[in-house]
């Protein structure tokens, strides 16, 4: 309703218009580069919420009453009396709403390529037209839940594992620049004269490294074994080796020259997102021995079957997944971020700083700032992409890494999930670190 203050025909010229009509008189002033990626935020959480609905017990039972949806819609030979019907709706619906915001997203992945500012016609599109990209979106959805089964759920399964790993690995990189905004505006607070701001930039550091200490004692003790899982303690163990060395690092005298920003607060913060992704992996794990949170529907035999009983799909990694997507998400449609090589890595400029004109009002309507005219703020089609990326993530999360079995008559976990999410964390610390030492490396770069 624009705000709640718009005339109907406004709101039909904001939804066919630009972003900046969607903010109205009520709404704070910004820029139309920031209100574009909110709005397609929120197209992604929108699609979001849809697929979770879809894998509440009350709603999979309505969707097992769709014909051809479940029984009778398996293209696979030889398997239509061994489906089971509890399990695959959700499934299913998951992916193909996931589906459908990936192809969404890729699609102007494809489209904004190369362009350069809003003076590009391709501009106008990415900053307006919302009604018609809503209607496309929908559109796609309605088309995706048309596809046949056949290797439809293998192959996106495998599309899902590659576009996780590489959205846990942007997810990092906004932690990182997450932490590094917030030491920075304290520091600064600080140094005008408030010493309190250290007092509490220490205790939130603390309180960082003691969740990510009793991490590593609960881990040790839920998910090892005196004699077995040694995997498992492997992988703990790994992960809090690097941590600490990273941790070290950070605080080294001549990183401090180079990087006097960085510390321990940020190193916490990344102590921390490793060893819930440390976690999320051993959650995945096949061997309900070592993995005492692995859900009922993953069956080790053949015998176990879930029919008649409430699916559950929901775990505790989810949810602080769920949580930890929304915060990034959010904060990559907002920042502004003054870390250059951060930036490097999200393709950003990072220019976005600065006043706002006061004279963006019109008819006492508050108009967004087109601050791109010479130059974009951030690249367009990475922007998609990464949002194609986050909906390949929300449908492993939403579906918790697992798979149909060959006849469909269960779930089962791989090891393929728990390696892929061990392996994001190792390559997200590299990637931590190289933001440390890149200017020590390259002293003939400019990473101030």
């Known amino acids: 309703m624009c705000c709640g203050v718009c005339s109907l025909l406004s709101c039909l010229g904001c939804l066919c218009g630009n972003a900046p009509c ?29 697929a979770c609905i879809m894998i509440m017990p009350g709603i999979e039972t309505e969707l097992k009453k769709i014909p051809g949806f479940c029984l009778g819609g398996i293209s696979i ?22 589906f459908a915001m990936a192809a969404f997203f890729f699609l102007f992945t494809l489209i904004m390529i190369w362009v350069k500012s809003s003076r590009d016609p391709r501009a106008a ?4 037209f919302w009604f018609f990209k809503f209607l ?62 250290y007092g509490a930039l220490f205790v939130s550091m603390f309180i960082n490294y003691a969740a990510s200490l009793a991490s ?36 080294l005298p001549k990183i401090q020259e180079v990087q006097p920003h960085s510390g321990l607060l940020q190193a916490s913060i990344i102590t921390l997102y490793t060893m819930y992704v440390t976690w999320s992996a051993m959650a995945n794990e096949p061997d309900r021995n070592c ?48 870390n250059t090589h951060v930036d490097k890595l999200l393709l950003s400029d990072g220019k976005e700083g600065g006043d706002i004109p006061s004279d963006n009002v019109e008819d006492g309507v508050y108009r967004a700032v087109d601050s791109e005219t010479e130059t974009v703020n951030y ?11 986050a909906s390949l993530y929300i449908m492993m999360t939403l579906t918790n890494w697992y ?25 997200g610390l590299l990637l931590y670190l190289w933001t440390l030492v890149a200017p020590l490396l390259l002293p003939d770069r400019d990473f101030s």
């Open 291 to 338: 993995n005492p949170t692995l859900l009922g529907i993953v069956s080790s035999n053949s015998t176990a079957s879930t029919t008649g009983q409430v699916v559950q799909w929901w775990d505790a990694p989810s949810i602080v997944g769920l949580v930890i997507f929304i915060i990034c998400s959010l904060f990559a449609s907002i920042r502004s971020s003054k």
């Open 22 to 50: 969607l903010l109205c008189a009520c709404c704070p002033s910004t820029r139309s580069s920031t209100v574009t990626r909110i709005i397609f935020c929120v197209f992604l959480f929108m699609g979001t919420a849809v």
């Open 379 to 389: 690249s367009y089609s990475f922007f998609h992409f990464c949002l194609f990326l």
């Open 216 to 251: 590593v004692v609960l881990l040790y003790v839920y998910y090892t074994k005196p004699d077995d899982c040694t995997a498992n303690k492997v992988f703990i163990s790994l992960n809090l080796i690097f941590c600490i060395a990273i941790s070290i690092v950070s605080i």
């Open 136 to 197: 496309i979106l929908v559109g796609i959805t309605v088309g995706a839940f048309f596809i046949p089964d056949g290797t439809f759920t293998t192959v996106w399964y495998y599309f899902g594992i590659v576009g996780s790993f590489l959205f846990i690995l942007i997810q990092l990189v906004l932690l990182v620049d997450f932490a590094h905004s917030w030491s920075r505006a304290w520091v600064e607070q600080a140094e005008e004269g408030n010493k309190c701001w």
């Open 403 to 427: 798979s149909p079995s060959t006849d469909y008559s269960t779930m089962t976990s791989s090891w393929t999930a728990v390696w892929v999410k061990i392996s994001s964390s190792w390559v």
């Open 125 to 128: 599109i990415q900053n307006g």
């Open 77 to 98: 030979p030889g398997i239509e009396n061994k489906v089971n019907c509890d399990i695959l709706v959700g499934y299913k619906s998951v992916y193909r709403m996931c």
